[in-house]
């Protein structure tokens, strides 16, 4: 799911951290690259919404809060949060 908007990343936030159906882990995509995960996304939300109205703004954001996209982590089984270094699961990746 791309995120372009604040609408966007709410649509994205109440849409969970498992995809449905199938319960398929997802995180955020930042625009530096990194992952970030539900848990961080919930408690930085204010970051989040200030990056995102500055890129709407036209101003420069940080981008290591400006979130892109939802993705689901099919087999990366050493995928991590960029904010808190936690473990994001995979869906198939081995253990």
């Known amino acids: ?10 649509r994205a936030a109440h849409h969970g951290p ?7 882990p997802c995180y955020f995509v930042m625009a530096d690259g990194e992952a970030l995960s539900f848990e961080a996304a919930k408690d930085e939300r204010r970051l989040i919404l ?10 420069h954001p940080d981008q290591s809060w400006l979130p ?6 099919w087999e990366d089984t ?9 473990p994001i699961p995979s869906a198939y990746g081995e253990d």
């Not at 990056?51 to 101003?59: H, T």
């Not at 050493?78 to 936690?86: G, I, N, P, Y």
């Open 78 to 86: 050493s995928l991590t949060c960029a904010h808190t270094q936690a």
């Open 18 to 24: 498992f995809a449905w159906p199938g319960g398929y």
């Open 68 to 73: 892109v996209a939802l993705e689901i982590n």
């Open 1 to 10: 799911m791309k995120i372009a908007s604040i609408g966007d990343f709410r």
């Open 50 to 59: 200030e990056a995102l109205r500055d890129e709407r703004d036209g101003n």
